[in-house]
């Protein structure tokens, strides 16, 4: 069985299905799933994110276990890339986009300066995939890994399901593109399995996420270790990969 598990999107609400949940119901919820590390985002989806971020970074400082990250809307323009390196100064090791709440497309000339901001500072960009319509085509994400290819970009849900072919595309075409699996590990774990199997990407491309609390977290550690993947596979896809990108140590 894997010694080190870590999810590469978690979040942290305040409250979540009625009950309190914080940092305390964040780790809480790792320890359920037998989860190592995880790197976390704040709980909403703010317009304008930076009170969000500044209270995700002061709430998890000094907790090991976590890798905060800041949410960023780049149709704010300079003040998009000014509060990355904000965050990063007070502890954040990756950005999110997230255009279906922010209304643009991944492939437009706003994101780029953002992007240019974690390629300096050697952050990760976790990206949301989804539909065309909602400006998250996993083909969008391709096109903007293709103008940065030193930023390291993990594709949450691997474009599921209806653009798990497109996702998978992408990174083959982009060496600095990884798939996250959150959500479909937990529901169709066998999905990713199938693209390992037929070698349409290594292992060593695919990172483990929840996508907790609203991804059931035990549930998506389940579905890798369940599925049949061999022990280096598994190995790599539930914490290897992640160690390897934010430079972990034990």
């Known amino acids: 069985m894997t010694d080190f598990v870590a999810d590469f999107e978690a979040y942290m609400p305040d409250e979540f299905n009625g009950e309190p949940y914080g940092k305390t119901g964040l780790l809480a919820t790792a320890d359920g799933a037998g989860i190592d590390t995880c790197v976390v985002f704040p709980g909403s989806l703010p317009a304008d994110p930076r009170s969000a971020n500044q209270a995700l970074l002061r709430e998890v400082a000094g907790e090991r276990r976590i890798l905060p990250g800041c949410l960023v809307n780049p149709t704010m323009g300079a003040v998009a890339a000014d509060d990355v390196r904000r965050c990063v100064d007070e502890g954040a090791r990756t950005v999110k986009l997230m255009a279906a709440a922010h209304g643009y497309r991944l492939d437009s000339a706003c994101v780029d300066a953002v992007m240019e901001t974690a390629g300096e500072l050697k952050l990760p ?18 096109t903007l890994a293709g103008r940065h290819p030193a930023v390291t970009i993990i594709m949450d849900h691997m474009g599921y399901r209806e653009w798990t072919g497109l996702a998978v595309s992408a990174a ?3 060496p600095n593109i990884y798939l996250g699996t959150t959500l479909i590990a937990a529901a169709e774990p066998i999905t990713i399995k199938n693209i390992v199997l037929e070698g349409r990407l290594g292992a060593d491309r695919i990172v483990f996420g929840t996508n907790s609390p609203s991804g059931v977290a035990a549930n998506g550690v389940n579905g890798i270790r369940g599925v049949g993947f061999s022990g280096e596979e598994e190995g790599m896809i539930l914490g290897g990969n992640l160690k390897r990108i934010y430079d972990l140590r034990q």
């Open 125 to 142: 960009a976790t990206i949301h995939s989804g539909s065309a319509m909602s400006g998250c085509s996993p083909e969008y994400i391709g």
């Open 172 to 174: 083959a075409a982009n």
